[in-house]
């Protein structure tokens, strides 16, 4: 022949070593943007703006996507190579039996497939778990939705409370509007109003602003704290399910366990990471505006109720001075005028 017998075994060997090396190739490429400058790049930089930083991420999460999508290529080549079967049978050694190549092969085959069905029901089990997790999360979020509602009731009561303080300031006005001038000093200097009754309505003005501010105080970091556990379960679930989706879509003839787990633990790190950071943006500006909203309606609602005690205490003045009565029958005068009014109503 053409070729001695040395020639064709080096052959072989080089065939085999070529081989090996394209696997290795496709299978292992040069991380770009792995290692800790990759954790690191994350964070804002000292006297990045938020415009920056945000940018920063974006142009991150376009590269590692696109990092992803030429691995999954990558992977999907190698694995159609691996399913037409590498190994020609024309280059073997003539002096060595052809079924030990053979019955080596199988053995491998058998352990890699049992090795990817022990894989293929963890990774469904772990889908299991990630299905409970999302019926939790969604429980979690409805208690969420009740928090809210409930606020929004207290809101209301609250508005409600101003709207009453603001009737009865009307009566009182029409009441001072209606009723004729005093007359002359036959009645003699009015009473001065007595000094407790203003501590009193000072201490209930206070107590009643301390309570309603505790009030909304609790609902808003029960808001946060649902709004927090929402993003913790939102970045597990979104790891373990792009590792089920990866694990799905892989070819199970070809490779073996190590690499299985291997590839799975790099695209649900790429995918969870960015599922992560959306979700970590998005709950973060909700958390921001449903807190500034809510400070700033309660805030709106004291001044209200402020401003209603302040135009309540100064009718409560000007009755006493014009009628010049003690306490006690003024705030029947006021009973009496409140049960007009409600009968009118």
């Not at 709950?283 to 805030?299: F, G, I, P, W, Y």
Request: proline letters at 3%; a negative charge; hydrophobic letters at 40%.
């Amino acid at each position: 022949g053409v070729y001695d017998h040395s020639m064709a075994r080096f052959i072989d060997a080089f065939e085999e070593s070529v081989k090996e090396r394209v696997i290795t190739l496709y299978a292992r490429p040069k991380p770009v943007t792995a290692g800790d400058s990759t954790k690191t790049s994350w964070e804002a930089k000292t006297g990045e703006s938020a415009e920056a930083h945000a940018s920063r991420l974006k142009s991150l999460l376009r590269s590692q996507d696109a990092e992803l999508a030429e691995q999954r290529a990558r992977n999907a080549v190698l694995a159609e190579q691996l399913a037409r079967g590498a190994l020609p049978g024309g280059g073997a050694d003539p002096e060595a039996p052809g079924s030990i190549p053979d019955s080596h092969s199988h053995a491998e085959s058998s352990q890699v497939k049992a090795a990817l069905e022990h894989a293929k029901a963890a990774l469904e089990a772990e889908l299991r778990a990630v299905k409970l997790e999302l019926e939790e999360s969604r429980a979690a979020a409805n208690s969420a939705e009740e928090s809210l509602r409930s606020l929004s009731e207290a809101y209301n009561g609250l508005e409600a409370e101003v709207f009453r303080h603001e009737e009865e300031n009307r009566s009182l006005r029409r009441r001072l509007e209606s009723d004729a001038p005093a007359p002359e000093s036959s009645a003699g200097p009015p009473l001065p109003a007595p000094k407790t009754s203003e501590a009193d309505l000072a201490a209930a003005k206070e107590e009643g602003r301390r309570a309603a501010i505790a009030e909304m105080a609790g609902r808003i970091e029960e808001a946060e704290e649902a709004a927090r556990l929402d993003v913790v379960a939102a970045e597990e679930r979104g790891r373990r399910t792009a590792i089920a989706e990866f694990a799905a879509k892989l070819d199970t003839s070809g490779m073996d366990d190590g690499d299985t787990i291997a590839v799975a633990r790099e695209e649900g790190r790429r995918e969870g990471a960015a599922e992560l950071a959306r979700i970590v943006e998005e709950k973060d500006a909700e958390a921001a505006e449903a807190a500034e909203q809510a400070e700033s309606e309660l805030n709106d609602l004291l001044v209200c109720l402020g401003q209603e005690e302040s135009k309540k205490e100064a009718l409560l003045q000007r009755l006493i001075e014009r009628h010049g009565e003690d306490e006690a029958e003024l705030e029947e005068l006021m009973d009496a005028c409140v049960a007009e009014e409600d009968e009118d109503a």
